[in-house]
Nanobody
Framework: QVQLVESGGGLVQAGGSLRLSCAAS????????MGWFRQAPGKEREFVAA????????SHGDSVKGRFTISRDNAKNTVYLQMNSLKPEDTARYYC????????????????WGQGTQVTVSA
């Protein structure tokens, strides 16, 4: 069982930066691939980024490539999402997720989910 708690969201102006964190419980954190997804009101959940259990492989969604970076620190049981050059269209609730399988851009392949943290980008 893994419990995930996101933090770091907030209100930021366009062009600004935020760093989201996701703290995981459990001793097997380093066994899980981790992902970040986001969901805006009235829209489907969208893939943002994912990272392998070792951190050696990452994947980023097309809409955030070159602006967002996923990373993890297995010693701290934490995964991060550094978000730069934020745009109003990045406004959404951001969710952290974990899977015992390989990293994926499909939300239905993730077993564990956090409650999310809200990111709002003003124009």
């Amino acid at each position: 069982q893994v419990q995930l708690v996101e933090s770091g969201g907030g209100l930021v102006q366009a062009g600004g930066s935020l760093r989201l964190s996701c703290a995981a419980s459990g001793r097997t954190f380093s066994s899980y691939a981790m992902g970040w997804f986001r969901q805006a009101p009235g829209k489907e959940r969208e893939f943002v980024a994912a990272i392998s259990w070792s951190g050696g492989s990452t994947s980023h969604g097309d809409s955030v490539k070159g602006r967002f970076t996923i990373s993890r620190d297995n010693a701290k049981n934490t995964v991060y999402l550094q978000m730069n050059s934020l745009k109003p269209e990045d406004t959404a609730r951001y969710y952290c997720s974990a899977t015992f399988g390989r990293l994926s851009d499909r939300p239905n392949e993730y077993t564990y989910w956090g409650q999310g943290t809200q990111v709002t980008v003003s124009a």
